[in-house]
């Protein structure tokens, strides 16, 4: 099952100088989520391990095209206050842990109605070199970019045990489970500002944001949402899915986990349909964001573990500890001198 998040903190400001691309300019101004609530799990911390990339698996048919929402500054559809590089890709996105952009219908194969990309992408692993080893506590949380009153849509997750020489998944701890909208879920707000202005770029360069060479042919950007908090304001919802709800123990060694559009047919018996994901039988090519399977907008966030907030009483714990290790170390020092 999936879990809500409820509330989040942010961090102070983080500039990191504007970098421009064709036609849009990253401000780089960013704000970390430090902390949040998630559901009846309490407080966590975003200090787990991050993955070391993110890859983007495409099937053997559908479109090429990367499509992302910006958070843009009000009024100017060629700045936007998201995290970017000179060469910014779809990997960089996912691993920004920036709420201030957004893949777009990634899992989109059909639709192409009001200008919405089609891609070929089928799963989105998150990988771990060299693995790691599960601590128990852990949370992955994903958020998406929905219309207002909306809870998620639905997409499956599941963690992989084993990994070829090209870091792709050969094994998976179970079939995963698929996340379904969250009612406990609240609507955080985005990092900078609560009325958010956003625009969105599409391009035909596959998991690049910019041409080749730069300055070649600029990226696609359409204002996509100039409200300023009315009813129709865009939402940022939060789901946290605890890893050992994947089929893994605290002690396994995972990879990694993926992500896949909730439409994939798969079930506990035949777990190993996960791994081929441009086996058509399963991984199904005419996935569709006018259906909820193809409909969701993953923030760029997700890449680095949640990890649970000690109680009260277990810092009271490592205190009366260390407490007693001095008193004990006292005791040893005035023996030894007598």
Known sequence: MGYGVTGITYGTL???????????????????????????LGGYTVSGV???NVYFRRGATGGNQGAVLYQNVPGNTAQTYAKGDSTPTLNEVMLSSDLGQS?????????????????????????????????GDEVIVL?????????GDPFRVAAYTAVDGSNTPTAYASNGFIVQETPNAVAVPPPNQTNAQYIRSVTTYNDNLYTSPVGNTNQTIVA??????????LSLIGRAILLTDLGVTAGQTIFGYSLIAGDTLVDAGNVARLVNWQNTAYYLNNTSSATDAGNIDFMGFGAQLTRRVPEPSTYGMIFVGVLGGFFAWRRYRANATH
């Open 103 to 135: 893949l777009w219908n990634p899992f989109n194969n059909t639709n192409t109605s009001g200008g919405i990309p089609t891609s070929s992408i089928e799963r989105i692993d998150f990988f771990f070199s060299g693995g790691y080893v599960v601590k």
């Open 224 to 233: 996509r949402d100039t409200n300023a908090g009315d009813t129709t304001e």
């Open 14 to 40: 983080n500039n990191g100088g504007n970098v421009t691309v064709d036609n849009l300019t990253y401000l780089n101004d960013t704000r970390a989520v430090e902390t949040m609530q998630i559901d009846v």
């Open 143 to 151: 958020f998406d970019f929905e219309n207002p009153g909306n809870k």
């Open 50 to 52: 991050t993955a070391s």
